[in-house]
């Protein structure tokens, strides 16, 4: 086709991708409302980015999966489904995929927060080999991520424990059937035997890439829950402190504000 | 170079030309699908939604090479189906139509609910027609429609 691969097995599109400079075509929600000139390499034939399999440690969703599959399917974990089910309409549902979330590298994407939150990995592969990268070292910042020119994002492996955890989600748009994020927040907890085992909170705020701090989550993670209640102002403070935020389609003062208020209700309804 | 093969239609159609174009674009001008309408190009009115293998999407955010071996379906083919004059019908009774503008993305919104969902409730029609933008008509009347068209349907969904 002129412009355009349509490889039906992914070793031929991985040998396109090395051989050619060439555009991934997953959705085309995003890449055909930018208007990018080029040559496309179409994905939508390549069984094996279709599929959702699940092994020991990860659910597997295959980056060609779109948002309409994954909530239809019964082994994508609850908190996933709710965030992909408030992107846009049906029929940007039904053309989305997973892949084009990240290779979008947009710091709005709802799939991206949870692939956050949960400590998703994100699988690349070339025709020399394969990398496994932490969602947060793949999103380099808005619009750049981490993959090389010779590979293709294959799947998103998402951790079985993090979604035994108990969750927290809210997604505050504009209208439902648009719905950019302007701010959203996904919160995991769990505790055992008194003491607090996860604790981990992104969010979606305009912000470049979405936000999330470890080392401010490590404060409370194995502390008791009531030692950790009362860490609670300490840790919203500091985690105000670094969000730096510069312009965007709502003001910063208002995504910063919000922000707070999801996670102060995530850390009362789970400390308390 | 091998052409784009697909089922406009019900009809196998070969596309030589860019597989970058938008969809959109190639049925209006190429196929003359007018009912495809091009509201904002970005995905976000529903104006030019079409079935791509039954499936609702945009065809102003589908390039060319991802038709090929698929079937896309426009009102032009749609309306050839009892399931259209079943929909068109409580769309005129019921005064659905203002401009009519947004009508065709809404008449294949509302076949894509009823493929899914033959029996749906009201707020299963606003959530599947929720991407269709209508500026004349307020909605009620046409979620009133598809809700209409669904209970006179008699077994076609």
């Known amino acids: 086709m002129v412009n355009g691969y349509a490889p039906t097995s992914l070793q031929e599109a991985l040998t396109i991708r090395a051989a050619h400079a060439v555009i991934p075509y997953a959705g085309g929600t995003d890449l055909m409302v930018q208007g990018r000139k080029g040559v496309f390499l179409f994905l939508n034939k390549i069984d094996e980015l279709r599929r959702v399999t699940v092994d020991d440690d990860y659910i597997r969703i295959g980056a060609g999966v779109t948002f309409t599959e994954a909530i239809a399917h019964p082994d994508v974990p609850a908190l996933m489904k709710e965030a992909v089910s408030g992107i846009a309409a049906p029929a940007i549902r039904n053309a989305g995929t997973f892949g084009g979330n990240l290779g979008n590298a947009s710091d709005k994407a709802d799939s991206?927060?949870?692939?956050?939150?949960?400590?998703?990995?994100?699988?690349?592969?070339?025709?020399?080999g394969e990398r496994l990268v932490p969602t947060d070292q793949f999103i380099l910042s808005r619009g750049v991520n981490a993959l090389h020119d010779d590979e293709l994002i294959v799947e998103v492996l998402l951790p079985r424990a993090a979604f035994d955890a108990q969750y927290s989600y809210l997604k505050v748009g504009g209208r439902n059937a648009l719905a950019i994020s302007h701010i959203a927040f996904a919160g995991l907890y769990d505790s055992e035997g008194g003491r607090v085992s996860r604790l981990s909170a992104a969010v979606i705020a305009d912000a470049g890439t979405v936000l999330r701090f470890r080392d401010l989550e490590q404060q409370l993670v194995g502390l008791s829950v009531d030692d950790a209640r009362q860490q609670k102002e300490i840790f919203l403070s500091a985690f105000g402190e670094r969000i730096v935020l510069g312009r965007g389609r709502v003001s910063g003062e208002y995504r910063k504000a919000v922000s707070l208020n999801l996670l102060r209700d995530f850390l009362d309804r789970f400390l308390g | 170079m091998e052409p784009i093969r697909f089922i406009l239609n019900e009809t196998d159609v070969t596309y030589d030309?860019?597989?970058?174009?938008?969809?959109?674009?190639?049925?209006?001008?190429?196929?003359?699908?007018?009912?495809?309408?091009c509201g904002c190009k970005e995905g976000e009115c529903g104006a030019c939604a079409v079935l791509?293998?039954?499936?609702?999407?945009?065809?102003?955010?589908?390039?060319?090479?991802?038709?090929?071996?698929?079937?896309?379906?426009?009102?032009?083919?749609?309306?050839?189906?009892?399931?259209?004059?079943?929909?068109?019908?409580a769309f005129a009774e019921l005064t659905a139509v203002q401009c009519g503008f947004c009508i065709p993305g809404m008449v294949l919104a509302a076949e894509s609910v009823l493929s899914h969902n033959p029996h749906p409730t009201e707020q299963e029609i606003r959530v599947g027609l929720s991407g269709n933008i209508c500026r004349c008509t307020g909605y009620n009347a046409i979620v009133n429609a598809v809700k209409k068209a669904s209970e006179e349907a008699n077994g076609l969904w």
């Open chain 1, 112 to 128: 991206v927060l949870i692939e956050y939150v949960s400590d998703a990995l994100i699988r690349l592969q070339s025709i020399t």
């Open chain 2, 17 to 37: 030309g860019d597989a970058t174009a938008r969809l959109l674009d190639v049925l209006r001008d190429t196929y003359h699908c007018k009912s495809v309408k």
């Open chain 2, 52 to 89: 791509l293998d039954g499936a609702l999407v945009n065809a102003c955010c589908v390039a060319m090479g991802a038709v090929d071996g698929r079937r896309v379906m426009t009102v032009e083919g749609y309306r050839e189906t009892e399931r259209f004059q079943v929909l068109s019908d």
